[in-house]
């Protein structure tokens, strides 16, 4: 089955941290671009980072630069966010999608079913 796994999600406290994993069942990752994002209650899902296949090219929404960091390792079929300083508002179900490139755009191949992330006291 071809399909995308997320794992890593949680309860963790303000300032704590969190490492995501996405990894590739059925194909190659390092085919694809990987985006993560994050869906909260009552909000539309939105982009938090992306990454080129080869790993060269990175992005990030303004509202996690310099707390996230996106990562790859092909030859493990796995990428990875790790999440740091973490906020109430970063409490979400996290995505991750294979895509043609990277960018924030909900167009994807493949789209995992999502890990759940909440930062609380």
């Known amino acids: 089955q071809l399909q995308v796994v997320e794992s890593g999600g949680g309860l963790v406290q303000p300032g704590g941290s969190l490492r995501l994993s996405c990894a590739a069942s059925g194909f190659t990752l390092g085919y694809y671009a990987i985006g993560w994002f994050r869906q909260a209650p009552g909000k539309e899902r939105e982009g938090v980072s992306c990454i080129s296949g080869n790993g060269d090219y990175t992005n990030y929404a303004d509202s996690v630069k310099g707390r996230f960091t996106i990562s790859r390792d092909n030859a493990k079929n796995t990428v990875y966010l790790q999440m740091n300083s973490l906020k109430p508002e970063d409490t979400a179900i996290y995505y991750c999608?294979?895509?043609?490139?990277?960018?924030?755009?909900?167009?994807?191949?493949?789209w995992g079913q999502g890990t759940q992330v909440t930062v609380s006291s």
């Open positions: 999608a294979a895509k043609r490139s990277c960018s924030f755009t909900l167009t994807a191949k493949y």
